[in-house]
């Protein structure tokens, strides 16, 4: 548990230190986030696996919804690609996802899809594709043309054993 949480805490002190420079050279956004963190999943049977696993994502925004961006509101439309895994068992959500933004930090966010999932079965692994969803809120911690934000997500799925809840750092390309 300690070297997925110190592993997650690199990374993100990584991707905070060297994005200000990164982003003086950005001509434009490529509508890409990265996010690192950790997730905690809520039920025993993954939490024995060990209670914080490291995470890491990407979303693509594929278009900005216009028709339901007013004064200081915008929406998004975006594809998200999850992953998190502890000791063979991981869980990878492609989700569809609408992200609304409250001025210019606080965002929020929805999306629907399948999960890959594999898991300890008798003396090995299983793998199936359920349906998964996630809820979550972040915040840009800066602007300009790549803002580095701070999020918490909430990940579900069909099967129970597999929800959970992630935080994470990250940047926007």
């Known amino acids: 548990m300690k070297k997925t949480a ?6 993100a002190a990584m991707v905070l230190t060297i994005a200000p420079a990164m982003a003086q050279d950005a001509p434009t956004s490529t ?9 905690f999943p809520n039920d025993a049977f993954a939490k024995d696996q060990s209670k914080t696993w490291f995470a890491i994502g990407v979303q693509y925004k594929v278009s900005e919804l216009t028709q339901f961006s007013k004064d200081n509101y915008k929406a998004d439309l975006a594809v998200s690609f999850d992953y998190y895994e502890r000791s063979g068992f991981r869980i990878s959500p492609l989700l569809v996802n ?7 930090n606080l965002f929020y966010t929805g999306g629907v899809g399948i999960a890959f999932t594999r898991f300890p079965a008798g003396s090995g692994f299983d793998s199936e594709t ?6 979550g809120v972040g915040y840009n911690v800066t602007k300009g043309k790549q803002p580095i934000f701070v999020e918490g997500k909430f990940f579900g799925n069909e099967t129970k054993e597999y929800n959970g809840f992630g935080l994470y750092a990250g940047i926007r390309f």
Request: hydrophobic letters at 50%.
């Open 130 to 135: 359920k349906f998964a969803y996630t809820i």
């Open 98 to 104: 609408y992200v609304g933004h409250l001025g210019e």
């Open 6 to 11: 110190g592993l997650a805490a690199l990374t």
């Open 31 to 39: 509508g890409i986030s990265l996010r690192v963190g950790a997730f």
